[in-house]
């Protein structure tokens, strides 16, 4: 379309004439750390009503707060783009600069055009490519009726003075020096610093190694939301972290507590090119260094940049003593617009200031998107009338959040159109496009992306025009960011802060480390809450969780502070056992276990029943004294442990005893040796007299018909003692059943004998043969009846029962066959027994071969039940 030329008939513009106003104008001026924001802040409450402007609303929402806490939340607004708190009672405003009203832009109704007190921060913005427009419109236009105030740098002086004659010029020295302390690897960063970066990747990348080597970073960006932001400043002011990795997003205002500024780079991309700060910027960074009346430093990181990365002697003289080349034009766009017509509405927007110290604007995203749309046929048919025009312009000054550029943004306006052009959206619009958004998944650019984008609508819910029930989505809207900005501090911290060795770092190996606030929760130990690992008994584990670089870290608060904890825990644990509690200890391999650690080892005393404890290395922390009386302690719970073997060391006492005799002596040996148990055979039984065997008796000793053994010992806690103690082999079954199946080659258990495919416990096995001899002395005569139910009962097989009564000495007498022409049933079969030999029972005779019994036919008849099977199985 044809632009129109400019029109020589209208009037000089703000641009060149500036309104009259009665309010005294002051202009503060001077370096960062003046108190200028505090003098505006007491300006502001002394007048009966008043407003202040910021470059951020970060800053808004931070005075508002310290505002309310002086006047009250019912007296305070906020406006922002994209937040409105205005009670009905409210007399002071805090906004951005862009949402400050004044004459020029204030709505029909607007209570906050005449206001006392009017205050505009940081105002040599003006000079910004971007929104410099907007703060030069406010330099020359927002005033209070009683007092006005212009705060800024010392640059801004001469342009104040030919733009605002009337204006009193006020210069703010700095409450403390600012001194160039070179470059500095980001090892040797002191703590309490803010790492400035260029680019959202070095950023990253400074904020890791921190976590790695300092316990991590808060991190400051221009891309993340304000709540994201003031969160993440609050991790660096409460102390939770040391350092503070930003964007030049810290050098408009952030009050924070920093000693020293180190520059990772000098040059920035600018929207434009890639260029080198100027002095002025690198002086509102580094000026972030210093409070009130402390110190502060600046420099460079070394080893991130080449020769342009250090400041020039000429740039530290400027940034040390405050000196800086004025600025010389500050940038205006035409404030007091026509909307008769696009045409005339664009022709006032890039019409030339009037003023030898203004210079026009940059093409702004808001005027690109507005010539780009208005060329459409779709939409330039609707921009009809000066109500329509105004709308549409008001469209397209919703601000690029998302940072997609022209393109992309003025796509999203035109949808938005479609629906303005016609009235207020649909009323799902606005419900779906921020429930869509709804989400906190994510990683850090996915959520960053869509909090952008809810800014966008923070911003649209604004208007009562476009949005119905405004106040509900703009509450809704503010709830999902809200959502969003905590899911991202949370991603943040996640990734960039390491709690633990921020503690550790900040406090161990000072003065003060042996003051530490140290814990045990549990099995967890906390150094100033902080869970650096576990003590599993007196064994410190560090956190698995520990990243590699921080591990000797924190062995190293280990080794100061364990001492103490573990001489706590051998006391609990020596309290315990004096009271008779076992406190989970137990006994395996030879070792004293606790929490699954050996912290004590046998060994052989006197004899293998009166061992003793030796400490292992896991003790070693504890103080000799305090060592001692813990061994002694686990020697009498060990005391107490070995009293299942009580019967066993009678025996072991009487085997030394000389009285006892040498062939007593020999079999009790033998007994000790097996746990309490030995074969008969082969005991050497026969060469004791019947006082010795009454000894025997005395200590407890069964004598059994293949066995001698005391009953107390056949169980498993007896049996497992012993082999810990005598590291005899042999396995323990568990429970110890009467009765065990077999397989293969497999060994009988400790105090069971092998039958076949089944093992029978040693006791039990008595219990058998003492009732076959019971039934043999009830049926006088050569041959008896066996009844075999009791073993059947007990779940022995027939076959493994006639192996333990060929073993106990008996033998099967079988009946003799009834003639051909004889009926009835078949005789039973009948045992006879002689003494067992000196040496192992015979194995049963191969099936298939006659027997050895003379008594037994060639053609006798086969038994049937249990007696048939003991026939079969022992002929």
């Known amino acids: 379309m044809v632009r129109p030329s400019p029109d020589p008939s209208r009037p000089p513009r703000a641009g060149g004439r500036r309104p009259q106003h009665d309010g005294r104008v002051k202009a503060v001026l001077g370096p960062t750390n003046t108190g200028k924001t505090h003098l505006a802040i007491e300006r502001l409450c002394a007048h009966s009503s008043g407003a202040i402007g910021f470059p951020l609303r970060l800053l808004a929402r931070e005075v508002y707060e310290k505002v309310c806490a002086i006047k009250g939340r019912d007296h305070v607004a906020l406006i922002t783009g994209e937040e409105r708190i205005e009670p009905p009672n409210a007399r002071w405003l805090l906004c951005t600069a862009e949402a400050m009203p004044i004459r020029g832009n204030a709505k029909k109704g607007d209570r906050f055009t005449d206001l006392a007190f009017v205050a505009l921060d940081e105002a040599q913005l003006a000079a910004d490519r971007e929104r410099g427009h907007v703060f030069t419109d406010r330099l020359l236009h927002a005033r209070g009726r009683e007092e006005t105030m212009i705060l800024g740098s010392s640059v801004l002086e001469p342009l104040v003075k030919a733009l605002v004659p009337e204006a009193e010029i006020v210069s703010r020295p700095r409450f403390s020096t600012l001194t160039h302390a070179g470059a500095k690897k980001l090892s040797r960063v002191p703590p309490r610093s803010a790492i400035v970066a260029f680019s959202a990747e070095q950023v990253y990348a400074v904020a890791e190694m921190l976590r790695r080597f300092r316990g991590g970073a808060a991190v400051v960006m221009g891309a993340l939301s304000p709540e994201t932001r003031n969160r993440q400043v609050e991790l660096y002011q409460n102390g939770e972290v040391d350092y503070l990795v930003a964007t030049d997003a810290i050098g408009m205002g952030l009050n924070l507590d920093i000693t020293h500024v180190a520059f990772a780079g000098l040059s920035k991309y600018d929207g434009v090119r890639q260029r080198r700060l100027l002095p002025t910027e690198m002086a509102q960074i580094a000026g972030r260094a210093g409070r009130h009346q402390r110190d502060g430093t600046f420099g460079t990181m070394s080893g991130t940049g080449g020769h342009d990365a250090e400041f020039s002697d000429e740039e530290i003289y400027a940034i040390e003593e405050h000196r800086f080349a004025p600025l010389t034009r500050l940038y205006w766009r035409e404030s007091d617009l026509r909307f008769d017509s696009i045409a005339s509405l664009i022709n006032d927007l890039e019409r030339p200031p009037a003023h030898p110290e203004l210079i026009a604007a940059p093409e702004a995203i808001d005027l690109a998107v507005l010539k780009r749309l208005s060329d459409e046929a779709g939409i330039a048919d609707t921009l009809r009338g000066p109500p329509m025009v105004r709308r549409f312009w008001e469209a397209c000054s919703l601000p690029d959040f998302r940072q997609v550029g022209v393109d992309a943004h003025a796509r999203f306006v035109a949808r938005l159109w479609e629906e303005l052009r016609s009235g207020p959206l649909h009323p799902d619009h606005a419900p779906r496009a921020i429930a869509h958004l709804d989400h906190t998944a994510g990683d850090i650019d996915t959520l960053q992306g869509r909090i952008s984008a809810i800014r966008s609508w923070s911003y649209i819910t604004q208007r009562a025009d476009w949005v119905p029930a405004r106040d509900e989505m703009a509450a809704r809207a503010r709830a999902v960011e809200q959502r969003l900005s905590d899911a991202l501090h949370a991603r943040l911290t996640e990734r960039f802060v390491n709690r633990r060795t921020a503690v550790l770092m900040r406090k161990l190996g000072g003065q003060d480390a042996g003051l530490l606030s140290v814990r045990l929760s549990g099995d967890t130990v906390l150094v100033e809450d902080e869970a650096i690992g576990e003590l599993s008994g007196f064994r410190f584990r560090v956190d698995p969780a520990a990243r590699a670089g921080d591990t000797k870290l924190l062995l190293a608060a280990a080794d100061k502070h364990l001492p103490e904890l573990v ?65 002694a302690a686990l020697e009498g719970w060990l005391a107490r442990q070995l009293r299942p073997l009580a019967p066993l060391a009678r025996i072991e006492a009487a085997s030394l005893a000389e009285q006892s005799g040498p062939a007593l002596r020999a079999l009790l040996i033998r007994l000790i040796d ?85 093992a029978i416990r040693i006791d039990r096995a008595e219990d058998l043969l003492r009732a076959a001899h019971e039934a043999r002395a009830a049926q006088p005569g050569r041959a008896f ?45 009948v045992w006879r027994w002689q003494p067992p030999r000196d040496t192992a029972p015979p194995p049963p005779a191969p099936k298939g071969k006659p027997g050895r019994n003379p008594q ?20």
């Open 567 to 631: 001489a706590g825990r051998a006391r609990d644990l020596m309290a315990a056992l004096a009271g008779g509690d076992d406190a989970g200890l137990s006994l395996g391999g030879g070792v004293v276990l606790w929490h699954g650690e050996a912290i004590a080892r046998l060994h052989r005393g006197k004899s293998a029943l009166t061992p003793g404890l030796v400490a292992t290395p896991l003790l070693d922390r504890l103080a000799a004294p305090l060592r001692a009386e813990l061994i």
């Open 674 to 758: 097996g746990g309490g148990m030995t074969a008969r055979i082969g005991s050497g039984l026969e060469a004791l007299d019947k006082g010795q065997r009454d000894t025997l008796r005395r200590l407890g000793v069964r004598i059994g018909t293949l066995d001698l053994f005391c009953p107390a010992l056949v169980k498993a806690r007896p049996l497992a003692l012993w082999r810990e103690l005598t590291g005899a082999d042999g396995a323990i079954a568990t429970p110890m059943a009467p009765i065990l199946p077999m397989a293969g080659t497999q060994e009988a258990p400790l105090a069971y004998r092998r039958l076949g495919a089944q």
């Open 785 to 829: 009846r066996l009844d075999p139910a009791a073993a059947v009962k007990m779940g022995l097989t027939t076959k493994a029962y006639a192996h333990l009564l060929r073993m106990g000495g008996f033998r099967p007498i079988m009946p003799r066959a009834l003639d051909a022409a004889a009926h009835g049933p078949p005789a039973p079969l």
């Open 856 to 875: 037994r036919a060639p053609d006798s008849p086969t038994p049937s039940g249990h007696f048939a099977a003991l026939a079969a199985l022992v002929a």
